[in-house]
């Protein structure tokens, strides 16, 4: 499986890359007002109102620093009624990908109820590398208002 690997503060995540559309430079995003944090805010993508979500501030409470390496990725996500919208998730030092067979992605021991989206370990000279479940990312709440317009 490819991975497209990014990090939060020292910590390495990985994402699999057949959900990836591409990856942009940050944009000036638009505020949303009355939702949680970790939502960084609203664009244009191709004519799409499209969500960003900040990975950092989801995964560690603390926003995504303003490095050059600090990228926008946009994924496909499938919603509740199986369509595709585009979702932007924010996160720092976007530069690698890596390839590793899918039998060497490690359970984590415990699963946390809070956050499903943390997904499998992977062990690799660089350290443990966290998988990112793209499908577990968003409650059944968030669909309904935060994807409503980045149909495609």
């Known amino acids: 499986m490819l991975m497209l690997l990014f990090s939060c503060e020292d910590a390495l995540y990985a994402l699999d890359t057949s959900q990836v559309i591409e990856v942009i430079p940050r944009v000036i ?15 244009n993508y191709r004519g799409a109102i499209v969500p960003v979500l900040d990975l950092c501030y989801l995964i560690q409470g603390k926003p995504s620093k303003s490095y050059l390496s600090t990228r926008i990725i946009m994924v496909n996500y499938v919603d509740q009624e199986n369509t595709k919208r ?7 030092r976007v530069t ?6 899918d039998a060497e992605l490690m359970d984590a021991e415990s699963q946390i109820n809070e956050a499903p989206y943390l997904g499998e370990m992977i062990m690799d000279e660089k350290g443990m590398i966290q998988r990112i479940r793209l499908d577990y990312l ?3 709440a ?7 317009a980045g149909e495609h």
């Open 29 to 43: 995003l638009r505020k949303v007002h009355r939702v949680p944090e970790y939502i960084a805010g609203l664009f």
């Open 138 to 140: 968003l409650s059944d």
């Open 142 to 148: 968030q669909h309904k208002y935060l994807l409503a």
């Open 96 to 101: 690698e990908t890596l390839n590793k067979p």
């Open 86 to 92: 585009y979702l932007g998730l924010m996160a720092e």
